[in-house]
């Protein structure tokens, strides 16, 4: 699987931007798309994740309200809009896919996520 992630770029504080993921080559038929990102001399942390059919979805706390995750399964694509942007949102944030096996599975957690794209970068100006 190839994620190829777009979207990313410069906006002052209180903007918009949206996100695009692209999953392509052998995807599989149960799957879970998500965002995470990575500030400067901080963790990776989870942002957002969707199943396929849309019917599950997670956001972490700090973008709740502010950010929507949603999916094409048609095309293997997601998109993260992102609303009332802050400093802090600033970030690499990174497209992941996850093929799933069971009914259990954690849309937070990075591990559950088996492939990665390359990154965009997002900067938030105050």
């Known amino acids: 699987v190839q994620l190829q992630a777009s979207g990313g770029g410069l906006v002052q504080a209180g903007g918009s931007l949206r996100l695009s993921c692209a999953a392509s080559g052998r995807t599989f038929i149960s799957f879970i798309m998500g965002w995470f990102r990575q500030a400067p001399g901080k963790e990776r942390e989870f942002v957002a994740g969707?199943?396929?059919?849309?019917?599950?979805?997670a956001y972490a706390d700090s973008v709740k309200g502010r950010f929507t995750l949603s999916g094409d399964t048609g095309k293997n694509t997601v998109s993260l809009q992102m609303n009332s942007l802050k400093p802090e949102d600033t970030a690499v944030y990174y497209c992941?896919?996850?093929?799933?096996?069971?009914?259990?599975?954690?849309?937070?957690?990075?591990?559950?996520?088996?492939?990665w794209g390359q990154g965009t970068v997002v900067t938030v100006s105050s």
């Open positions: 992941a896919y996850g093929r799933i096996r069971s009914v259990i599975y954690d849309l937070r957690n990075g591990g559950s996520y088996h492939y």
């Open positions: 969707i199943n396929r059919s849309g019917t599950n979805s």
